[in-house]
């Protein structure tokens, strides 16, 4: 089993901001929170990652540890959050959140915190590159523009655009290797931890980037925090779904296992209120139903989470500039008794949806041994869900 955290790196200065704001750029204020929370939030709903190191600035460690402590209060994350202090470099950064981390983690993506724009899309890429067997996975967009290489002021060639990448973050590695990097080469001139990589002869894969996933790095960069995107419109969606009980696949309901001896027959894992929920998300955006973009007859999904299902929908609205606003669902089963999972279900829905908990309702009923249910044949569930539609922030 991989088991994949993320260290998030916001112990920099921000040098290159420095003659605009005496504040460091991760804790730049958006949308009334911090630049890093931003990613933290976006980390946290990713069904591939089981928890986070945010390193921080040292003088500021423990003052921020406790702000972040009341966020949680108000935003339950349903991941491990650490916090540890940098160090005098980026690269010192690095090497101690990767020394934060628990024993058993067996991968680790490094993202920069003055990248709070990235999508749990780009996470999912480079996390399905590491459990497709790569060792070290980087984010790159083709460049546009022809890079030519100049010393004292003249050109000495024009390089092959076509063979040239832009880097972002998240970079994804295998965690022991990325460490053994960092040890054997804290005297190397890089820029970023896959030159540490390649430096050991390491394949480095590349996967698709984001041209939104802007770095706040120049003070023209500010802009991008300034615009106010709000909603042009809202729309509802309804989801519905039914699983047979007698299968092999155990219970699961909005992510969460269920202590029973019923079992489910699915093709994926059968969770059937996360199956309810994509089709209600899927609605919202006229795209169909689960059927349409995961068919049962793909053993690419056989005993796939729903989980990672519900990421890739999210995606989908996302391209469509959907944002769930809140969700109203409802179990139906005569058994088991849902009402003792009821708050570890909406916790974790809350988490994969990015929404507060007083945004998600989660209802149980039997139908009084009343049809299928009620002989105790299977289960279903319904939702509906509210989204908006956002105007892209430069349109404002």
């Known amino acids: 089993m991989h088991t994949i955290w993320a260290i998030i790196v916001a112990a920099g200065k921000g040098s290159r901001l420095a003659q605009v704001t005496d504040t460091a750029k991760q804790f730049l204020l958006w949308k009334n929170a911090p630049l890093y929370w931003h990613s933290v939030l976006t980390f946290a709903r ?3 990652l089981q928890g986070i190191v945010l390193v921080l600035p040292e003088h500021c460690l423990d003052e921020e540890t406790t702000k ?9 994350l349903g991941i491990p959050l ?13 090497r101690l959140g990767l020394e934060r981390l628990p024993p058993e983690v067996s991968h680790v993506l490094i993202h920069d915190a003055a990248r709070p724009f990235a999508s749990a899309a780009l996470l999912a890429r480079v996390c399905q590159a590491l459990l497709n067997g790569a060792k070290a996975v980087i984010p790159g967009l083709a460049v546009c523009d022809t890079i030519k290489e100049v010393e004292n002021g003249c050109v000495v060639k024009t390089l092959e655009r076509d063979r040239l990448v832009q880097v972002q973050t998240p970079q994804g590695f295998v965690r022991d290797l990325l460490y053994r990097a960092h040890c054997q080469g804290r005297e190397a001139a890089v820029t ?9 002869g390491i394949p480095v894969v590349t996967v698709a980037g984001e041209e939104t996933n802007v770095k706040i ?10 615009g106010e995107s709000g909603p042009s419109g809202y729309c509802l969606g309804q989801g519905y779904d039914v699983h047979r009980f007698g299968g092999t696949r155990p219970l699961l309901l909005g992510g969460v296992p269920i202590a029973t001896e019923l079992t489910i027959e699915a093709h994926s894992d059968g969770d059937v209120l996360l199956h309810a929920l994509m089709d209600a998300l899927l609605g919202c955006a006229a795209l169909g139903d689960i059927g349409d973009h995961f068919p049962d007859t793909d053993p690419r999904y056989s005993g796939i989470s729903s989980a990672v299902l519900l990421d890739r929908v999210l995606s989908l609205l996302s391209q469509k500039n959907l944002v769930p606003l809140h969700l109203d669902a409802t179990v139906i089963a005569q ?7 009821k708050e570890q279900i909406r916790k974790n829905l809350c988490r994969l949806l990015a929404l507060d908990c007083d945004a998600v309702n989660i209802k149980a009923t039997t139908e009084e041994k009343l049809g299928f249910t009620g002989r105790m044949e299977g289960i279903k569930a319904s939702c509906v869900v509210l989204c908006s539609k956002q105007k892209p922030a430069s349109s404002s």
């Open 335 to 341: 058994k088991p008794r849902i009402a003792p999972y």
């Open 46 to 48: 990713s069904p591939y």
């Open 82 to 94: 650490l916090t540890c202090a940098g160090g005098c470099e980026r690269r010192d950064s690095v």
């Open 192 to 200: 970023d931890d896959a030159s540490l990589v390649e430096a050991l």
């Open 217 to 226: 790095t120049r003070p023209c960069d500010l802009q991008l925090l300034s």
């Open 68 to 76: 972040i402590a009341l966020r949680q209060h108000k935003e339950a």
